[in-house]
T-cell receptor, first 111, second 112 residues
Framework: TQLLEQSPQFLSIQEGENLTVYCNSSSVFSSLQWYRQEPGEGPVLLVTVVTGGEVKKLKRLTFQFGDARKDSSLHITAAQPGDTGLYLCAGVTSGTYKYIFGTGTRLKVLA | EAGVTQSPTHLIKTRGQQATLRCSPISGHTSVYWYQQALGLGLQFLLWYDEGEERNRGNFPPRFSGRQFPNYSSELNVNALELEDSALYLC???????????FGQGTRLTVV
């Protein structure tokens, strides 16, 4: 059972457009991470959110943790071709001791 | 400071053989996670080791096994390889359980 659902699964946009990726669960997470993975490489950690309602910004990327700590979003402003990659959310639910990953969103930004 | 290192980077085996993959965590990290990522797909949780013990495993058959050594490095063993075991195997480490994990570059296993 996949506990973390991401949407959309695939996204192809033009350079300069804005986009939002969602990560949803019915479970509560003590913290949640976002990663970006490029082909053939391991995921690279972008951010960790811990507090319900928390908003973190990383240049053009804005991350938000839901108030109930069951969901998160990643918003990219003025996307660039360098943003292309697989975006993954991940976290540990209370009591499971499994660090699980979301289904992933594959983003392609066209120049 | 060195990141998570995995070896080998590429491994080619024939069906029925055994594969051993190795992972060295970031210095000071005691938790090691293993994931399988088939081509174009997401990460599937395989195993989690913490302080030398297996803490949890994903929905994989028993021919997937591993261990963590006293220096916190880890091995993943896959016995009786099948064609569908071909994938990128990723190792990650974290300082403590339930904290953010950092990944290695992965081992690309190809079963022919």
């Amino acid at each position: 059972t996949q506990l973390l659902e991401q949407s959309p699964q695939f996204l192809s946009i033009q350079e300069g457009e804005n986009l939002t990726v969602y990560c949803n669960s019915s479970s509560v997470f003590s913290s949640l991470q976002w990663y970006r993975q490029e082909p053939g490489e391991g995921p690279v950690l972008l951010v960790t959110v811990v507090t319900g309602g928390e908003v973190k910004k990383l240049k053009r990327l804005t991350f938000q943790f839901g108030d109930a700590r069951k969901d998160s979003s990643l918003h990219i402003t003025a996307a660039q071709p360098g943003d292309t990659g697989l975006y993954l959310c991940a976290g540990v639910t209370s009591g499971t001791y499994k660090y699980i990953f979301g289904t992933g969103t594959r983003l392609k930004v066209l120049a | 400071e060195a990141g998570v290192t995995q070896s080998p980077t590429h491994l080619i085996k024939t069906r029925g053989q055994q594969a051993t993959l190795r992972c060295s965590p970031i210095s000071g990290h005691t938790s090691v996670y293993w994931y399988q990522q088939a081509l174009g797909l997401g990460l599937q949780f395989l195993l989690w080791y913490d302080e030398g013990e297996e803490r949890n495993r994903g929905n994989f058959p028993p021919r997937f096994s591993g261990r963590q050594f006293p220096n916190y490095s880890s091995e993943l063993n896959v016995n009786a390889l099948e064609l569908e075991d071909s994938a990128l195997y990723l190792c990650a480490s974290s300082f403590q359980r339930n904290t953010e994990a950092f990944f290695g570059q992965g081992t690309r296993l190809t079963v022919v």
